[in-house]
């Protein structure tokens, strides 16, 4: 399996290559040639494998220059159950809805359920590559990609992980996560920005002749740990066949039958993943893409217009907070038939002036796969608190803003098809807007931590171990910078200035 540039501006490289470069010379992102397809009966006989062996058998097709014995050890130590307690992708159902939860990895975030994998797949590519190297893995998070990738990279041999989180822009607990990470090649900066300002100067960063050449000569190389670089992405696919297969075994849907997903979306990354996944074959009907008040998806997949020029909204749920949704480019290039120069075209002018238009027939194929709608911060408070009082499930701002949006899609289509709503963070990681949601407004106390005991002592639902344990850590890292200073920190963070 090869992988090119969807700005046609790179081909034939292996995965290796591709999971550890991170993103294209070209600006653009790493796609696969071609996908495999498994056929109904192959999908129905992984009904009995458990969640390892399933995310090898789809991981293995992509990783053609992998053994299946180094498939084998990525997936077995990253889904174990000292990290996944449990199991990685546990159902729930509460009011019609099927809740996939992936939080309850390290993190209590989904971002866990690839980058538990990623640092092995990354830290095994590098050495296939260039043996001896090391990879300096940059990260701009949202809030929960960073602590995820800190903690999935801490102390891997080989591996430098740098983060860069837009300062206002996370929650109290997902910067205190970040802030008091341990590991002895981990770094954490917070910029003086949003989170496009954290991306754009990562992708700066990767563009930057001089930072490369001084990383090459220390005998390191620049990688992303971001759902720009496609070891995140492959990683993710396994859930939507884990759900639809769960579903299966359940008898909540017939051999074939169709799963709608509805997916809280930022960056493009997890929606993308099930895209894929009905590109393999899995019967997935509709897939629903959640915005909230930040909602240039929810325009773009009804009119064709991506306009990233609108006001940017800081919301209960900051992981959505992303004008410049990434992974829209894989969609595009995938749907143009991999026409790399209309994609790079998009893109430039995306770059030039904020906005760009597909045509008619893009946006037709588009409105054949994807639903879409958006939620703002008081209706995404008043589903986590009506959810806790019909139905006694404790939902996080995100999941809470894809319920919402699925509620309105069945009520305007009437749609019986299943639906599965993508579970994203413990409602532990975002406290305070929960407990003010439940409370109708009544209780807010100062702290977070007192916020989580009184969430936990009102609804009965155990904190997660990861979450409580933070009170007690020391805060290792305090620095902030400009965006145009990242460069210079991730120099400084490397020791690679010569001062
Ligand atoms: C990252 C994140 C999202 C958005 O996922 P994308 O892959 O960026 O679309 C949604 N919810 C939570 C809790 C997240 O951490």
Not at 32 to 51: G, K, Q, T, V, W
Not at 156 to 178: D, H, I
Request: glycine residues 10%; proline residues 5%; charged residues 20%.
């Amino acid at each position: 399996m090869k992988y090119c540039s969807t700005r046609g501006g790179s081909a034939g490289v292996s995965a290796a290559q591709a999971v550890a470069q991170g993103i294209c010379g070209d600006g653009g992102l790493f796609v696969p040639e071609s996908f495999p397809h498994f056929s109904a009966r192959e999908i129905d006989a992984m009904e009995s494998l458990n969640y390892r062996d399933l995310a090898a058998r789809i991981m293995e097709p992509f990783l053609s220059d992998f053994s299946e014995r180094e498939i084998g050890a990525c997936t077995g130590g990253a889904y174990t159950e000292k990290k996944f307690p449990g199991g990685p992708a546990p159902l729930a159902f509460a009011g019609g809805v099927h809740f996939l939860e992936l939080w309850h990895g390290p993190t209590c975030a989904f971002k866990d359920m690839a980058l538990q994998i990623l640092p092995r797949l990354l830290a095994l590519s590098v050495q296939k590559i260039q043996a001896g190297k090391g990879a300096v893995v940059l990260t701009a998070t949202s809030g929960d990609t960073g602590k995820a990738a800190l903690e999935g990279f801490r102390d891997v041999k080989g591996t430098r992980v740098v983060v860069f989180y837009p300062k206002n822009g996370v929650s109290a607990l997902q910067e205190r996560q970040m802030r008091t990470q341990e590991g002895n090649n981990v770094f954490v900066y917070a910029v003086l920005g949003n989170f496009d300002d954290a991306q754009t100067g990562v992708k700066r960063i990767f563009a930057d002749g001089e930072i490369r050449k001084k990383a090459a000569e220390h005998g390191w190389m620049l990688s992303s740990a971001n759902s720009i670089n496609w070891g995140r992405l492959l990683p993710q696919i396994t859930y939507y066949f884990s759900a639809w297969l769960r579903l299966l075994s359940a008898g909540e849907v017939k051999p074939g039958g169709a799963v709608d997903f509805c997916v809280p979306t930022g960056n493009f990354g997890d929606i993308l993943a099930a895209y894929y996944a009905k590109k393999m074959g899995l019967p997935i009907g509709r897939l629903i893409c959640a915005s909230n008040s930040n909602d240039v998806l929810t325009e773009f997949l009804t009119t064709g217009i991506y306009n990233r020029n609108r006001r940017f909204y800081a919301t209960i749920s900051p992981s959505m907070d992303i004008l410049v949704s990434s992974n829209l480019e894989r969609l595009l290039y995938d749907l143009s038939g991999g026409d790399g120069d209309r994609v790079r075209k998009w893109m430039d002018e995306l770059a030039r002036t904020g906005r760009y238009r597909v045509g008619g027939g893009m946006l037709q194929k588009i409105q054949r796969l994807f639903d879409a709608g958006s939620c703002g911060d008081s209706e995404t408070k008043d589903e986590i608190r009506e959810t806790w009082e019909r139905d006694h499930y404790l939902l996080d701002p995100h999941t809470a803003v894809a319920a919402r949006v699925l509620r309105r899609y069945r009520e305007k289509t009437g749609s019986q098809t299943p639906c599965v709503v993508v579970s994203t963070a413990s409602p532990y990681k975002f406290a305070p807007d929960v407990l003010e949601a439940v409370t109708g407004g009544k209780r807010r106390p100062d702290g977070v931590f007192q916020c989580i005991r009184e969430l936990s002592d009102l609804t009965g639902i155990p904190v997660p171990e990861p979450v409580a344990a933070l009170e007690g850590k020391p805060v290792r890292f305090s620095h902030s910078c400009l965006p145009a200073e990242m460069g210079k920190a991730v120099l400084r963070s490397a020791g690679w200035t010569g001062a």
